[in-house]
């Protein structure tokens, strides 16, 4: 697979990340462990919720999206790391059942000031559901390391 580095990288591009279907199984478990609020982790009494029926976590759904990111994108670019992500927005429930899928936008492109062999992205991640709905977004930061000079 090619490497990406930061100069291959403009803004107002867009990067698909591939989908992922939700099952009830993993959001119970995610939930048990990470965020037990009944409405995550009990069916019977989430469908007495006012969400009638059991939703994933925020921060499941957050996870997913990680995964996406990185099978998607992460693994085929020179990633130095993450300074932090602006916002989170969950904007929709996620269900079991539900398949995922996942889109970054290139928002910012910024060369090192210290002329370090590296940029920052400023970048826009997606999560729409198999309706098209949006479901959570995000806009996060990532360090990208430059071309190799000898490349």
Known sequence: ????YFEDFRPGETIELGS???TEAEIIAFARDFDPQYFHTDPEAARRSIWGGLVASGWHTTALFMRLLVDGHLTS???????GVDEIRWLKPVRPGDRLSGRLTILEA???KSGKPRGTLLQRGELHNQ???LVMTLRAISIIGARPRDA
């Not at 670019?77 to 300074?83: Q, T």
């Open 1 to 4: 697979m090619a490497r990406h």
């Open 20 to 22: 992922r279907a939700v």
């Open 77 to 83: 670019v020179e990633s130095i790391a993450s300074p």
């Open 110 to 112: 910024t060369p090192s």
């Open 131 to 133: 309706n098209g709905e």
